[in-house]
């Protein structure tokens, strides 16, 4: 039972690449949320998930574009990366039990961006 | 004005002590409360939820005051291990069904032997 996984935990890209960072839980939970967290800013939303085949945008959407093709994954792409994306990337998914807000976060995404 | 508030610290407090972490919310319609503890280059777990009446759980003690939407978190015998980033969290009221939580940006504690 791996939890919330991330793929990669490191990436350096130059200016104007592309990459895409998928997470994958294997908790049947429905919803889903990529997160970035920046020295002094907190974590904050980018886009979330609140099941198969939806997809919405949070706090920071601008420069990404996720989807959500199967429940077990969430795919956070960049299209053309800036270095004011340089940051850490935490997936996170929770379930639609009433009761729980909790959220369980992945191992993170370093990613640079020279 | 930012939706939750923390001070950042850091709080370096020797092996033992009591150390305590206040949090601010802005949006008065909030209705669920945390507290996130996130060790250095890892990931944030939860630490405890927050209820109105407070609520304890072995060293750690959380308040909820709604009145002055004022959260905290009280840490008896401080250990070594207690060392990481304690974040507020809040689920705000408008984040609907889609369950969304806002997170302050954390308090550093460091515990000194």
């Known amino acids: 039972n791996a939890g919330v996984t991330q793929t990669p935990k490191f990436r350096v890209l130059k200016t104007g690449q592309s990459m895409t960072l998928l997470c994958a839980q294997d908790?049947?939970?429905?919803?889903m949320y990529w997160y970035r967290q920046d020295p002094g800013m907190g974590l904050r939303l980018i886009h979330y998930?609140?099941?198969?085949?939806?997809?919405a945008k949070g706090e920071v959407p601008d420069g990404y574009n996720v989807s959500r093709l199967k429940k077990q994954n969430f795919l956070l792409g960049l299209e053309s990366a800036a270095p004011s994306q340089t940051s850490v990337y935490f997936c996170?998914?929770?379930?639609?039990?009433?009761?729980?807000?909790?959220?369980?976060f992945g191992p993170g995404t370093r990613l640079t961006v020279t | 004005r930012k939706e939750v508030e923390q001070d950042p610290g850091p709080f370096n407090v020797p092996e033992g002590a009591t150390v305590a972490f206040n949090c601010t919310y802005s949006?008065?319609?909030?209705?669920?409360f945390f507290w996130y503890r996130q060790d250095c280059r890892k990931e944030p777990k939860l630490l405890m939820s927050?209820?109105?009446s407070g609520n304890e759980d072995g060293r750690f003690t959380a308040q909820l005051n709604r009145a002055s939407q004022y959260i905290s978190l009280l840490i008896r015998d401080s250990k070594l291990s207690d060392s990481a980033t304690y974040l507020c969290?809040?689920?705000?009221?408008?984040?609907?069904?889609?369950?969304?939580?806002?997170f302050g940006s954390g308090t550093q504690l460091t515990v000194l032997p």
């Open positions: 969290v809040v689920n705000p009221i408008s984040s609907g069904s889609a369950r969304q939580l806002t």
């Open positions: 908790m049947n939970h429905e919803y």
């Open positions: 949006n008065s319609a909030s209705q669920s």
């Open positions: 996170a998914t929770s379930s639609n039990d009433r009761a729980t807000y909790e959220q369980y």
């Open positions: 998930s609140v099941g198969e085949g939806t997809t």
């Open positions: 927050v209820y109105s």
